[in-house]
């Protein structure tokens, strides 16, 4: 007697019932892993974007607002702060590195930012090939958009005002591209990067504005710059009138003046810290008495993951109600073959099988359930993950590598296995109780 036989016969004897189960189960199987995936890659991505950044200083407005535009680049920024100002917290022996960036234009929804060399020790970020920018007007490429767009070293192209790939108008002056990053899977491959001069080059006019926000804000600070300069000039009269020679070193420091007083903002300025110590002392400072504002990355990611959580600990829930609904299904179709086919497990003991042989007949039928909706529901999260992951790279840019660790996937099998295990040692305890006499007589 060919057990394997006899429950593939049983297996396709009651279709609807098995394709209930096996539905059932495959889609608590694909909740179950797909979430798990999910919520971990993007965990993971997060952290990895973070490179050594510890702290972000900016314009006050939103802490998480400031580290998603600053450190993910997937939000507006919250305003532009003095350079001279950020200059002296760069000063500060507790500040390991810090280095401004200051962006307001993209080529083709991807973020040119200007900043200085050491941006790309942040995120280890080391070169394909070419160079890094030396000059006003060249980029270094993120991997991601020299492979989206097949620019090489020496191509030109122009940039757009604004952060979005629509509706901001063109900048004559191109910008050549000298440098291509390797692949880092970090925000760095989703880049432009230029020099901060560039940035400030590009963006000297009087009616234009860095961000997309500050428009009215910046005329008015340009507006009061050059009362300050006026006022300063007046000042430089009278000086000149009183003193010849100093009036000539004060004619040849005020174009270096002007050009600072005029240009030079930052978006922000990303900051590791030397010691722990930095981390308690540094950013409440700021706050506190500073018109700047400092955000922790990690503390502002952590609430994110807090707000984001709620969602994933739903579906996970969801999906081990549906676990459960699909195990009561199997035990339903399984108690059902052994209730309704009781006559023929009887007459087969008579003809000497026994009672293991019985449950074995029931235990690899349910197996094979499990094992098939085990199979299609791994398969379903794979597809539903890839699309979820194509959507966010379409949305954000944002590559992020499909990471499927098997400890996730064992982890999901084994509470899948014992759930139909339960079932099935449930279905099984009318064979143990079987009367075959009872039975056989009851029939006739």
């Known amino acids: 007697m060919n057990i394997w036989k006899i ?25 179950l892993v797909g979430i798990q995936q999910l919520d971990k890659s993007f965990r993971n991505q997060l952290d990895n974007n973070l490179g050594e950044i510890d702290m972000v ?17 997937v939000d507006n920024p919250t305003g532009n702060i003095p350079f001279e100002e950020a200059k ?40 394909k090939e070419g160079r890094s920018m030396e ?27 604004g952060l979005a790939e629509k509706g901001g108008h063109t900048h004559e002056t ?27 080059d590009v963006h000297d006019h009087g009616d234009e504005s860095m961000d997309n926000e500050g428009e009215s804000n910046h005329q008015h600070e340009e507006d009061v710059l050059h009362i300050k300069e006026e006022e300063h000039h007046d000042g430089e009269l009278v000086h000149q009138h009183h003193n010849e ?29 030397r010691n722990p110590m930095a981390l308690l002392n540094i950013p409440r400072t700021i706050n506190k008495n500073t018109n700047m504002q400092a955000a922790l990355p990690k503390f502002e990611l952590e609430r994110l993951y ?10 996970t829930w969801i999906a081990y109600a549906i676990l459960i609904i699909s195990c009561i299904t199997i035990f ?45 529901g791994l398969l379903l999260s794979q597809i539903g993950v890839y699309f979820i992951f194509k959507m966010i790279t379409d949305q954000y840019k944002q590559t992020m590598p499909l990471q499927l660790k098997y400890q996730e996937v064992l982890q999901t099998g084994t509470l899948v296995l014992l759930m139909v295990l339960l079932s099935i040692i449930l279905a099984i305890y009318p064979i143990i109780k079987m009367n075959i006499s009872k039975i056989l007589s009851h029939e006739k």
Do not use: C
Request: hydrophobic residues 40%.
């Open 306 to 315: 807090q707000f984001t959580g709620v969602g994933v600990r739903t579906v």
């Open 88 to 127: 002296g917290l760069m000063k500060n022996p507790m500040v390991q590195k810090a280095v401004p960036i200051s962006y307001g234009d993209n080529y083709k929804g991807y973020r040119i930012v200007g900043t200085t060399q050491e941006f790309s020790t942040l995120y280890n970020a080391s070169l």
């Open 135 to 161: 000059k006003p007007m060249e980029v270094v490429l993120g991997s991601t958009v020299a492979e989206k767009f097949g620019l090489q070293i020496g191509d030109t192209f122009q940039s757009s005002h």
């Open 332 to 376: 339903i179709s399984l108690y059902r073959m052994v209730r309704d086919r009781a006559f023929d497990l009887a007459l087969m003991r008579s003809y000497g099988a026994n009672r293991f042989q019985l449950v074995k007949m029931v235990a690899y039928e349910g197996f094979m359930i499990a094992g098939t909706a085990f199979v299609i």
């Open 7 to 31: 429950s593939i016969r049983n297996f396709r004897f009651r279709p609807l019932y098995t394709f209930l189960a096996i539905l059932t189960l495959s889609v608590s199987i694909a909740l």
């Open 174 to 200: 191109p910008l050549t591209v000298v440098g291509i990053y390797n692949p880092t899977h970090k925000v760095m491959d989703r880049l432009i990067v230029t020099g901060l001069q560039t940035i400030w």
């Open 245 to 273: 020679n100093n009036s000539q070193e004060s004619e040849k420091t005020e174009p270096h003046h002007d050009e600072e007083a005029h240009g030079q903002e930052i978006t922000s300025l990303l900051v590791s810290f």
């Open 57 to 73: 200083v900016g314009a006050k407005g939103s802490p998480l607002q400031l580290v998603l535009a600053s450190v993910l680049h």
